[in-house]
């Protein structure tokens, strides 16, 4: 599936990229940084769980099934995610992602390079976000290819948008964290959790895959994938909010403590501020200045750290995947999509990056 799905992307994105050339030397350059961003690696998890949403209720008389005519719509959820990526960097102000730089850094550097008049920081974040609005119409082109009845096509075009409002829903829900910390909650960073990353990232792409399968009536099958997914799916992000924090920036790709300079509220820092001390919610109050104090983010994860807060988030994880593994259980899927579900979720929640 992998190979098929790398194969669609880099077909696909070729023919995109000589459309553009031929308007425009620029543009061609300008898509071909898009290809780079969706080709340059990744963990490819959206079409992976759409794939076993499908594949867990494929025709049990057609043990191999062709995958050719989905294989369009699974490589369509990876440039959606890279939509997604490109826009969060720019809001974060993240200078790396998977060890390279981020879409806005490579067009900023390439103004500076070509000595382009204005201020290439302006230059770079509208560049990107105009890229991240490509990637996303892109997906809709890609998703048209998938070989579908049209009664399927609609079907599946519904989770696609619902996927796609939920995930912008996130975004924001994240973005505003970052401007009221004093009052956030765990439950409202849970929240967060389950809108930004759960449902887009193992929820929705399972639910997609199995309305892949024109078998999206199947309530049992759906009520399973929305409760295993929605718990990995959170272990995921939960997981996530340790790495920024204390994953290492050679496996992760990604500098330590890009949340706790933003003042991000995650799970962890709002279960620190809950069981520290008086002295401790001090240290770890918001701080405007935190972004080039690189001593004082070392400071505040070591008092996160002896809050017990990783702790507290590890049992989250683990409690979230016991969870999520029991609905699957229950679920009327095939041996082989159960057995690669089980793996993906002890994967997803235990990653090094």
């Known amino acids: 599936m992998h190979a098929q799905v790398e194969s669609t992307l880099a077909d696909f994105l070729a023919t995109q990229i000589a ?125 048209a290819r998938a ?25 924001y829900l994240d973005v505003l964290g970052e401007t009221r910390p004093d009052d956030w909650s765990l439950e409202r960073a849970l929240l967060v959790a389950r809108y930004k990353t ?58 330590t403590g890009d949340d706790l300079r933003t003042g991000k509220p995650t799970a962890l820092l709002m279960l620190a501020r809950r069981f520290a001390t008086p002295a401790q919610l001090a240290e770890l109050a918001p701080d405007r200045t935190l972004a080039a104090d690189g001593a004082r983010i070392e400071r505040m994860a070591s008092v996160i750290q002896e809050t017990g807060a990783p702790e507290r988030v590890e049992a989250l994880i683990r409690r979230r995947v016991d969870e999520g593994l029991a609905a699957l259980q229950e679920a009327p899927i095939h041996p082989d999509a159960c057995d690669a579900l089980t793996h993906l979720a002890v994967a997803a929640a235990n990653r090094p990056a």
Request: net charge negative; aromatic share 8%.
């Open 19 to 143: 459309t553009l050339d031929a308007v425009d030397p620029a543009l061609g350059a300008f898509a071909r940084a898009g290809r780079d961003l969706v080709l340059g690696g990744g963990k490819r998890l959206r079409p992976t769980f759409a794939y076993w949403g499908w594949r867990g209720v494929a025709d049990p008389a057609e043990p191999h099934e062709p995958l050719e005519p989905i294989v369009p719509a699974l490589a369509a959820l990876e440039l959606m995610h890279t939509f997604a990526l490109v826009h969060d960097d720019v809001m974060d102000e993240s200078a790396t992602r998977r060890g390279a730089p981020t879409a806005h850094r490579i067009f900023a550097a390439r103004h500076d390079h070509d000595q382009g008049r204005g201020d290439a920081v302006k230059f770079g974040e509208t560049s990107a976000i105009l890229l991240g609005d490509l990637c996303l119409v892109w997906a809709d082109q890609l998703m």
């Open 147 to 171: 070989a579908l009845s049209p009664a399927t096509l609609f079907a599946v075009r519904g989770r696609y948008d619902r996927m796609r409002v939920e995930t912008v829903a996130g975004q």
């Open 198 to 255: 759960a449902k887009y990232t193992v929820q929705r792409p399972l639910q997609f895959g199995l309305t892949l399968a024109g078998a999206d009536s199947r309530s049992d099958t759906d009520a399973a994938y929305a409760r295993y997914g929605s718990r990995v799916g959170e272990a995921f992000q939960l997981r996530d909010d340790l790495l920024s924090v204390y994953g290492d920036p050679m496996v992760t790709g990604k500098p």
